[in-house]
Each structure stands twice: as structure tokens, then as C-alpha cells.
């Protein structure tokens, strides 16, 4: 994803997500004072939470209407952020998450709600089946939740990840 910066300031920029990039630090790249609004082809939650941690202010499906579009953009214009009711909730817990586990710097502020579930299990020195069976999701899911923390946080062991998770309390 790249953010274009030449010609004159934009109010709103519109960003296309791609489904689930692994970076979304660009989107403080947009042009200064620009609003970033993220057309996604996926609908996963875990996208939405990073790209309003990064600082968008709007999550749109790609397979939106011209109509909603135009509503949207005109209410980012005007100061107001848009994010499907699907995705409030994940955005809002992980925020409350951060905040109240010290998640709002460092290398765990990268991780999604779910991410941060699944590393806070390992914590615990529950299994991949367990927390399975714990956070009710299946085997594969918590084996890509685990790659996922493993890439973002930079380890490649449970051990580390733990060790990472512990530090930043």
C-alpha cells in the first residue's frame, strides 16, 4: 500500500486495503491533515482494528454503493468516522484492551483483540488445543493467531512470546 503525497493536500484519502495488509503504519503517511478512508475487500475485523489503530476513519466493504460511499466521505469530511457495527465492537474491546494492559506502545499494540487473546492464553500455558477449546475457535485458527503474534512481535517461540507479553506489563 502506497499513499501518493504529491499536488495539493486532500481532505480524504481513500486507501485500498487489500484485504488484510500486514502494515498499516503507512496510513500515517497520508497527506498532512488528510482523513484516510479504507475500502476493504474482507470484512475480518482484526483489518478494521489495525487500520484504526493506524488512524483511518472509515472501513468501507468494497462492495458498498455509490450512495453510501458519498455519505461516508462526506462525514469524514465533516469529522465523523465510520466503522461497520460488525467491527465496533472488536475495535472498541481492543482499545479497552490496550489501555488497560499497558498494550498502547511497543511491538503488542500491533496485535489484534484476538491476537492479544490468544498470546494472554499462552501466557497462561494453555496449548493450541486448549485454547481452542477456550476462546471456542478452531485448532487451524489458533496456529495462524499464533504465526501471526510470532511475525508481529518479531519471536519465533512460545517462550519469547511470553517473555515479550510479560515485559510490556
Keep these: 500500500m502506497a499513499l501518493a503525497q504529491d499536488g495539493p493536500e486532500a481532505d480524504v484519502v481513500l486507501v485500498d486495503g487489500g484485504g488484510a495488509p500486514d502494515d498499516w503504519s ?3 503517511a497520508s497527506p498532512t491533515g488528510s482523513r484516510v478512508v479504507v475500502i476493504a475487500t474482507s470484512d475480518a475485523p482484526g483489518g478494521a482494528v489495525a487500520a484504526a ?5 472509515a472501513w468501507l466493504d468494497r462492495r458498498c454503493g455509490a450512495d ?16 461497520p457495527c460488525d467491527v465496533q465492537g472488536e475495535i472498541l474491546e481492543s482499545l479497552r484492551a490496550d489501555a488497560a494492559g499497558g498494550r498502547d506502545a511497543g511491538p503488542l499494540a500491533r496485535l489484534t483483540a ?28 489458533v496456529r495462524t493467531h499464533i504465526n501471526e503474534v510470532f511475525r508481529k512481535l518479531g519471536v519465533h517461540t512460545r ?7 510479560r515485559g510490556a506489563g
Aim: negative net charge.
Design 26 to 28: 503507512e496510513l500515517g
Design 114 to 141: 484476538r491476537e492479544s487473546e490468544v498470546l494472554d492464553a499462552l501466557g497462561e500455558g494453555l496449548g493450541n488445543r486448549e485454547i481452542a477449546e477456550y476462546l471456542d475457535m478452531s485448532y487451524n485458527t
Design 53 to 57: 489503530r493506524a488512524g483511518a476513519w
Design 159 to 165: 517462550v519469547d512470546a511470553v517473555r515479550t507479553l
Design 68 to 83: 453510501d460511499l458519498v455519505r461516508v466521505l462526506r462525514g469524514v469530511v465533516r469529522g465523523g468516522a465510520f466503522f
